[in-house]
């Protein structure tokens, strides 16, 4: 059973707008959400990440927004870049003694 | 650092052979995990260690599949026998937090 889930498996900006990449989740349990990026033929590389006590979190272009009373968790990035074209994993955990990763969204900004 | 390495980074078996990946964590990190990506799952978490000691291995799909971490540089995860359905990208992260995970660049194993 997938705890997070990623419903779209691609998406498409025009570059200097915005993406929004979403994530969902089932476990009120889950305290520490995260983002990773993946380009092709390398591993996932951390990009961002919230706590469960806060409903956003912002680095440069990227913010991440919580919503915990939907279980909703979204990555916004501004503005968006071709080198932002990659695949981006929504990870959620328990104190970190459990990691549950959606199944990734593939983000392709157009030039 | 040079980061997490991982051998090979491509693995074309054929079924019922064993198979043995392996991970050199980053140097200091305490923590080591091994994760599986499909298409169809995304990013699976098989097992993790915690100072070498395999804190939960639940993820681990069955008894054909098998991890060991001997000491803080080196861990390896075997498959035997492998089987087509575990045809998969195979990741090593290791952390020196818990949240955030460094990842090698995976195995693309093919059991054919």
């Known amino acids: 059973d997938q705890q997070v889930k990623q419903n779209s498996p691609s998406l498409s900006v025009q570059e200097g707008r915005i993406s929004i990449l979403n994530c969902d989740y089932t476990n009120s349990m889950f305290d520490y959400f995260l983002w990773y990026k993946k380009y092709p033929a390398e591993g996932p590389t951390f990009l961002i990440s919230?706590?469960?006590?806060?409903d956003k979190n912002e680095d440069g272009r990227f913010t991440v927004f919580l919503n915990k009373s939907a279980k909703h968790l979204s990555l916004h990035i501004v503005p968006s870049q071709p080198g932002d074209s990659a695949v981006y994993f929504c990870?959620?955990?328990?104190?970190?003694?459990?990691?549950?990763f959606g199944t990734g969204t593939s983000l392709t900004v157009i030039p | 650092d040079a980061g997490v390495i991982q051998s090979p980074r491509h693995e074309v078996t054929e079924m019922g052979q064993e198979v043995t990946l392996r991970c050199k964590p980053i140097s200091g990190h305490n923590s080591l995990f091994w994760y599986r990506q499909t298409m169809m799952r995304g990013l699976e978490l098989l097992i993790y260690f915690n100072n070498n000691v395999p804190i939960d291995d639940s993820g681990m799909p069955e008894d054909r599949f098998s991890a060991k971490m001997p000491n803080a540089s080196f861990s390896t995860l075997k498959i035997q026998p492998s089987e087509p359905r575990d045809s998969a990208v195979y990741f090593c992260?290791?952390?020196?937090?818990?949240?955030?995970?460094?990842f090698g660049p995976g195995t693309r194993l093919t059991v054919l």
């Open positions: 919230i706590s469960s006590i806060k």
């Open positions: 990870a959620a955990t328990v104190t970190g003694n459990q990691f549950y």
């Open positions: 992260a290791s952390s020196e937090a818990r949240w955030e995970q460094f």
